[in-house]
């Protein structure tokens, strides 16, 4: 059974950083994309970033390039979502995902997904 654990959310003022972890098990996730979405109130779930597991691949929206870093560590089989610069806008459920198709940013490519961690940026 294929589990996604997030962690590292919080609140933090604008400006400041925070980084998420997500903790994947339950299968060997070679060839798969790992991805980073989140969702504000009264809002659909959107992307923020990807990477593929196998060559380092990476995509982010624009919303968040140059601010947002994803990584794996793959020997913890953990992905890493490092966020600076937070703006009171980045506040929002943030979920991690698990694609069984090499690089993809679409949400409805995403089989697998935890349950969430709340990032919190006050103005």
């Known amino acids: 059974q294929v589990q996604l654990v997030e962690s590292g959310g919080g609140l933090v003022q604008a400006g400041g950083s925070l980084r998420l972890s997500c903790a994947a098990s339950?299968?060997?996730?070679?060839?798969?994309?790992m991805g980073w979405f989140r969702q504000a109130p009264g809002k659909e779930r959107a992307f923020i970033a990807a990477?593929?597991?196998?060559?380092?691949?990476?995509n982010y929206a624009d919303s968040v390039k140059g601010r947002f870093t994803i990584s794996t560590d793959n020997a913890k089989k953990t992905v890493y979502l490092q966020m600076n610069r937070l703006k009171p806008e980045d506040t929002a459920v943030y979920y991690c995902?698990?694609?069984?198709?090499?690089?993809?940013?679409?949400?409805?490519?995403?089989?697998?997904w935890g349950s969430g961690t709340q990032v919190t940026v006050s103005s």
């Open positions: 990477i593929s597991w196998s060559d380092g691949w990476t």
């Open positions: 339950g299968r060997t996730f070679t060839g798969y994309t």
């Open positions: 995902a698990a694609a069984a198709t090499i690089r993809s940013a679409l949400l409805l490519s995403y089989n697998y």
